[in-house]
């Protein structure tokens, strides 16, 4: 009788998986990348403090404070039901 070894399963390598992809793009490829990856770092990291400042922590001091003003803006918008 012959008895079947075994072997541990071996662990998915997302990385390896990832890493192997991205070498074997064409140089247009990694460009698009890129691009991608600079404008997201552009957006999010320069942009977003500009325009999306956080009000709620320069007008309020305390988490009460700020929640308080967010329900009554909230009561504020809410669409009359009948």
Same mark, same amino acid.
């Given at each position: /009788?012959?008895s079947? %070894?075994?072997?541990?399963?071996?662990? @998915?390598?997302? @990385?390896?998986m @990832?890493?192997?992809?991205?070498t074997?793009?064409?140089?247009?490829?990694?460009?698009?990348? %890129?691009v991608? %990856?600079?404008?997201? %770092?552009i /957006?999010?990291?320069?942009?977003?403090?500009f325009? @999306?400042?956080?009000?709620?922590?320069?007008k309020?001091?305390d988490?009460?404070?700020?929640?308080?003003?967010?329900?009554t803006?909230?009561?504020?918008?809410?669409?009359?039901?009948?």
């Open positions: /009788m012959e079947e %070894i075994s072997r541990p399963e071996e662990k @998915f390598n997302w @990385f390896k @990832f890493w192997t992809g991205f074997n793009m064409s140089r247009l490829s990694k460009t698009l990348w %890129i991608a %990856i600079v404008k997201l %770092i /957006m999010f990291f320069i942009l977003k403090p325009f @999306f400042p956080n009000l709620l922590n320069t309020y001091e988490d009460a404070d700020k929640a308080q003003h967010v329900r803006e909230l009561y504020k918008k809410a669409p009359a039901t009948e």
